[in-house]
């Protein structure tokens, strides 16, 4: 995985990404094109806990109150 892969798949900006994985852009910043394992393995769980967020938030129902 590229790193430009990895922050549009993670929000399509440096800030975006970095907030996903919970670094700092400077860290993005620092990061080779090609990205090691151990950093695809971080783009790669920060994807799943958005997934997981997206998928709880639609299947609580939200209540109105009149």
Request: aromatic share 4%.
């Amino acid at each position: 995985m590229t790193k430009d892969e990895a922050i549009n798949l993670l929000g399509g900006s440096v800030a975006k990404a970095a907030e996903a994985i919970g670094i700092n852009s400077q860290a993005i910043s620092q990061w080779p094109r090609e990205l090691p394992a151990r950093l695809v393995d971080r783009v790669q769980a920060a994807l799943y806990r958005k997934q997981q967020a997206e998928a709880t938030a639609q299947a609580t129902p939200t209540t109105q109150e009149a």
